[in-house]
């Protein structure tokens, strides 16, 4: 899918039984219709921001693509620049007469550490007035200023992400609030989703892989929502792998949370144990790719498969964009 749906909750829907491999088509609208008085849902409310910028190098004209990825302290920043082996250590790039940058150094995965200087009160303006959204590398086509909207949750409110999780994108307020009016309690967890969701799996030994650390916030509200709500044996509904890597990382004593933030590298694979998902909400994603790993771990990789192949049968829509798979 190169663009969104016109409407974000009227895209297909995917129901799969994650034991037995039975496929349903739906609506994603119809989605209210599964839920149960008492059941949680878990949604993360990272905001990406825009952060891909342009700028030029030195006192010349050659430009440069700065991708920001986060802010390591004040006004340092790790970033991607295109074309890499033309920016180096030392050099200067400047993004108008009032906000320019040095590198200061490389990092291992191939970017550099840049110290930027202004002459304004704070980056951050100028970051969304002129950053383009970070849409991902398979999206072929030129960035809009609607995709600022557009590839973004609509509960998104804690800044920091420089890749949507998708799965959140097809979620209106109309449907949320039907939602909630069922009984269902709606809690929010924060993991900023980095580059690395992007990155294919290039090891056939999966305990080889390593997962780019992202930062992650559970709520004391939510840990509490999620463990009564387990007591009762009422169903967790998680939307989108970030989310479930969230509370999958602060599970304590068997099938209780603990609220907690920090950093995780957590690499969900066959086979695992899930404490927390019982619902998974989530999009069709490309192979190789951790996501994919996560959701085979839920299900089976050849009810996975079989899903896969059902998907393009009937012309589903993959990716960030495309449409939405529910594994019961």
């Not at 749906?5 to 219709?33: P, W, Y």
């Not at 030195?58 to 920001?68: C, R």
């Amino acid at each position: 899918a190169q663009n969104p749906a016109k409407e974000r909750d009227n895209c297909k829907l995917m129901i799969v039984d994650r034991k037995t491999g039975d496929i349903q088509h739906k609506k994603f609208s119809d989605i209210e219709d599964l839920f149960n008085k008492g059941d949680v849902l878990v949604l993360n409310n990272t905001q990406v921001f825009p952060a891909r910028l342009y700028a030029t190098k030195d006192k010349s004209d050659a430009e440069v693509e700065v991708f920001l990825l986060r802010e390591l302290e004040n006004d340092l920043w790790e970033a991607m620049v295109r074309p890499a082996r033309k920016v180096r250590i030392g050099n200067k790039l400047i993004f108008n007469k009032n906000i320019s940058c040095d590198v200061i150094d490389n990092t291992v995965s191939g970017g550099r550490v840049l110290r930027f200087e202004y002459n304004v009160d704070s980056l951050y303006p100028f970051i969304d007035k002129y950053g383009l959204s970070p849409l991902p590398p398979y999206i072929k086509r030129e960035t809009t200023p609607k995709d600022k909207q557009d590839y973004q949750t609509i509960y998104a409110t804690e800044r920091g992400s420089v890749a949507a999780p998708t799965a959140g994108l097809h979620f209106t307020k109309k449907l949320i609030n039907k939602i909630e009016k069922k009984g269902v309690k709606i809690v929010y967890i924060t993991l900023h989703i980095g580059l690395g969701t992007f990155r294919s799996i290039l090891v056939e030994d999966l305990t080889r892989h390593h997962m780019d650390s992202e930062y992650y916030d559970i709520p004391i509200e939510t840990a509490d929502t999620i463990n009564n709500a387990k007591e009762k044996k009422k169903k967790i509904w998680t939307v989108g792998t970030s989310t479930n890597r969230a509370l999958e990382t602060v599970v304590v004593s068997g099938f209780q949370i603990t609220a907690k933030r920090g950093w995780t590298d957590k690499f969900i694979y066959p086979p695992y144990k899930f404490k927390m998902c019982d619902r998974l909400i989530t999009n069709f994603h490309q192979p190789k790719s951790t996501l994919m790993m996560l959701v085979s771990a839920f299900s089976s990789k050849d009810i996975v498969l079989n899903t896969y192949q059902e998907a393009i049968k009937k012309k589903y829509r993959f990716y960030s964009y495309g449409d939405a798979m529910l594994l019961l």
